[in-house]
């Protein structure tokens, strides 16, 4: 019923910049949690930064200082403002939806994000 879906991936130059955004529409809890994962080829999905409903944020060491997790004030949108790319950022971005107590849990489908030359 909950929709996920990512914007905003493509080719970018290292130490360029992008930003995704995350749009959730459907039956949308008002305490929930959002975050931006990642998967590159050969490796396991992992977290880059989570926000909560109350803007608390969590990034991974590799992306702190360098990328911005948000959200709107409905919380149904969810942004990573990506600076000072790298090549090892490339991967797949996956956006997540979830509040544990009820067990809800979405995915987006990803948006890949090049960094390259």
């Known amino acids: 019923q909950v929709q996920v879906v990512e914007y905003g991936g493509g080719l970018v130059q290292p130490g360029g910049s992008l930003r995704l955004s995350c749009e959730v529409s459907?039956?949308?809890?008002?305490?929930?949690?959002m975050g931006w994962y990642r998967q590159a080829p050969g490796k396991e999905r992992e977290l880059v930064a989570t926000i909560s409903s109350t803007r608390s944020t969590n990034y991974a060491d590799s992306v702190k200082g360098r990328f911005t997790i948000s959200r709107d004030n409905g919380a149904n949108t969810a942004y990573l403002q990506m600076n000072s790319l790298k090549p090892e950022d490339t991967a797949v971005y996956y956006c997540?939806?979830?509040?544990?107590?009820?067990?809800?849990?979405?995915w987006g489908k990803g948006t890949l994000v090049t960094v390259s030359s």
């Open positions: 459907g039956s949308i809890f008002s305490v929930n949690n």
């Open positions: 997540r939806y979830w509040y544990d107590p009820l067990s809800i849990n979405y």
